[in-house]
């Protein structure tokens, strides 16, 4: 292709992508499949391969490509972003009202325009004739953090402005906005955190917050955050004249604005939107503390003016505070589905936010001794939506001396199985295959797919054998009757054949099944290959040392410790040899197959494949000498996207990875 072809063939990539990103992220009306988008980024990438001199910074395919950086600029706010004054009863919003006539010189009731004040990071974005250009934090309201390339991943926030018909792109547009992230999503990224023994975000604020704030934008680009705009700076070559005019504008130009955004006449409208967004204020996907009063035309707002550090034509119209003061009775623990012991702090009861809180998260020993949260202590707590209550400060001016700091146990209080705490980790936990705090998960796990394959033994069932103490370990899974089977409610003759039939199909597996469907900490498939590989017999395996294990390639210290722990438990022996005489055999693997052309490559599916099951795909990667992972991340060769594609396939665009179709995985595996 000739350069001039190219450019032209880039640049309507370019815009059709654009279109295509505002349908999905900003309106949430896709118009092509993930296919179809898929295609035209491929295209898009190769061109630019191809003709490296057409990229420019407001392609899709560079969201994320800048280099970490020391520290950030400091960028000036050509228009200050100032802060609002705050209201918190009825009384006063009417004295706000009251005011803003009086120095108006009206009796009329005024046009306000009535938004929802998200809890987030406020920003301000900088497009220059409709491209990205800067963005930065609001610092101090006259000075900011230079965060461009980590807003530059944000999904919803569009590299270059859409031009509808005739309606013609300012020269200069300085957006102002907030950054934020979902409940569901904070909630996700503590406990990954919390998994990875990583300290956890306090609130969704702080997590906004902390992920725009990273040195490294590849980082940020792996946080879900989100954003929605609400105010201007400096505009050249547009003009508006009511505030509502303007959030209009900004919403046909690619720009996510609220959809609870109304406008109001009279301040006995902009009280009834306060009541019904407070009554909405749980169901919200996102934390809000209140709703911001502005009033509607431009031309009052100017005339109005503004004070030092706030304008005189906005307020802030506070919610009731979710957070109060209570004292902590005692620290006890909670054994979760994973073996993680949680401390909760066991409260006297407390309204916050309309809701009575009588327990807080303490998240790890390390969170309390950051804190020193003892017994007896008095506490400011929080809540945040659906978030676990917490333990914002410890009044430690209120202490007498009588409150008992908290001691983490060495064993489970539930089994009493040893408590482990990995390197690197902040969260110890129960190492018990029996632990029946864990158990329903357990052997739920050990019967999917990739482990013991125990078909037909689902939720509903497990959830019954563990209740009615017909299993109390995985082991009794072996023990288990027909006439057991049929005292099961929905469990018919012959899905009760069909069950013992799987389970004694099962009994048969290999080393790796078998190590896989224990669940040990960090024990994953291809780490179950790696260790068969040296120790070919479980006997052998549990005898191995940390150091033994220290010196596999690609055993790191937390594996090892996971797996010395794991082996030296009391619990856990009786378990495996429990196993042993309820008929469970390893089987020789078979050789390892001689074409190796995948090796060293690694694979994530996403979505549904049609031409075979995921433990299929599974097996052809590795009989070429691949392996399957179940998380993207820079070191992913490539993602096979089947049907209805989830947040992997976002991920993978976001760093780059290579995405293939079902059918090009088709073809590379037959090639």
């Known amino acids: 292709m000739e350069a001039q072809a190219a450019r032209e063939a880039v640049e309507q990539l370019r815009q059709q992508i654009h279109y295509h990103n505002y349908r999905y992220h900003i309106l949430d009306d896709p118009e092509i499949t993930d296919a179809e988008y898929d295609q035209r980024m491929r295209q898009l990438q190769e061109l630019e391969q191809q003709f490296p001199e057409l990229i420019t910074p407001d392609s899709p395919t560079q969201r994320v490509g800048a280099q970490p950086v020391e520290e950030f600029g400091t960028i000036l706010h050509s228009v200050p972003m100032l802060s609002l004054d705050n209201a918190f009863t009825p009384q006063e919003v009417r004295e706000f009202d009251e005011r803003v006539k009086r120095l108006l010189g009206t009796t009329d009731a005024i046009a306000y325009v009535a938004e929802l004040k998200v809890d987030g990071v406020a920003v301000e974005l900088v497009y220059q004739d409709g491209v990205l250009i800067q963005g930065s934090t609001r610092g101090d309201g006259i000075r900011g953090e230079d965060v461009t390339e980590n807003l530059r991943t ?389 005898k191995a040392s940390y150091e033994d294990l220290r010196g596999i390639r690609e055993i790191g210290p937390r594996i090892a410790q996971s797996l010395v722990g794991f082996f030296h438990d009391p619990g856990n022996q009786a378990v495996l040899e429990k196993l042993q005489r309820g008929g469970v055999q390893i089987v020789a693997i078979a050789p390892q197959a001689a074409d190796q052309s995948l090796r060293g490559k690694s694979f994530v599916f996403t979505g549904a494949l049609q031409s075979l099951t995921r433990e299929e795909a599974r097996r052809r990667v590795e009989a070429h000498g691949g392996r399957v992972t179940s998380t993207v991340s820079r070191q992913t060769s490539y993602v096979v996207a089947g049907e209805e594609t989830g947040a992997k396939l976002d991920r993978a665009r976001e760093l780059g990875v290579t995405v293939l179709s079902e059918a090009e995985f088709q073809a590379l595996i037959s090639g």
Not at 188 to 200: D, I, Y
Not at 313 to 318: D, N, Y
Not at 340 to 352: F, G, M, Q, S
Request: hydrophobic share 40%; aromatic share 6%; proline share 5%.
């Open 154 to 542: 944000v999904r919803t926030i569009p590299l270059r402005l859409l031009a509808r018909g005739h309606d013609s792109l300012p020269h200069r547009l300085e957006v102002r906005g907030e950054v934020y992230m979902t409940l569901i999503h904070f909630q996700r990224l503590n406990a990954s955190r919390a998994e990875e023994g990583r300290p956890t975000f306090a609130n969704p604020r702080n997590a906004a917050a902390g992920s725009l704030r990273q040195l490294d934008p590849r980082i940020t680009a792996g946080r879900p955050l989100d954003i929605f705009c609400y105010g201007l700076g400096q505009v050249e070559g547009v003009t508006f004249t009511t505030h509502w005019d303007m959030l209009q504008r900004l919403a046909s130009w690619g720009l996510k604005v609220n959809p609870h955004v109304e406008r109001c006449v009279g301040i006995e409208a902009v009280l009834a939107y306060y009541e019904r967004m407070q009554q909405q204020r749980e169901d919200l996907p996102y934390e809000i503390d209140g709703v911001v009063i502005k009033v509607n035309s431009l031309e009052w707002q100017q005339a109005l003016g503004v004070r030092s550090r706030s304008p005189r034509w906005a307020v802030a119209w506070k919610f009731e505070p979710k957070q109060a003061l209570t004292r902590v009775k005692s620290i006890a623990l909670q054994v979760g589905r994973t073996g993680a012991l949680t401390p909760v702090a066991l409260l006297e009861p407390v309204r916050v936010a309309g809701v009575e809180v009588s327990r807080a998260s303490l998240h790890n020993p390390d969170e309390i001794a950051r804190k020193d949260v003892r017994e007896g202590d008095w506490v400011m707590v929080q809540r945040a939506g659906d978030v676990i209550p917490e333990i914002v400060e410890v009044l430690k001016e209120r202490r007498t001396g009588q409150e008992q700091p908290f001691q983490m146990p060495t064993h489970c209080p539930i089994c009493g199985s040893d408590v482990v705490r990995l390197e690197d980790e902040a969260v110890p936990r129960c190492v018990g295959l029996a632990c029946p705090a864990q158990l329903k998960e357990t052997i739920i796990h050990l019967a999917a797919k990739g482990a013991m394959d125990i078909d037909g033994l689902g939720e509903k069932t497990v959830d019954q054998l563990v209740e009615r103490g017909l299993v109390k370990d995985i082991a009794d899974l072996y023990y288990v009757t027909k006439a057991d089977l049929l005292t099961l409610e929905r469990l018919a003759e012959k899905s009760a054949n069909n069950l013992l039939a799987a389970i004694e199909r099962s009994r048969r597996t290999t080393l790796p099944r078998l190590m896989y469907a224990l669940g040990i900490r960090h024990v994953g498939e291809h780490v179950t290959q790696v260790l068969s590989q040296h120790y070919p017999r479980l006997d052998e395996l549990e």
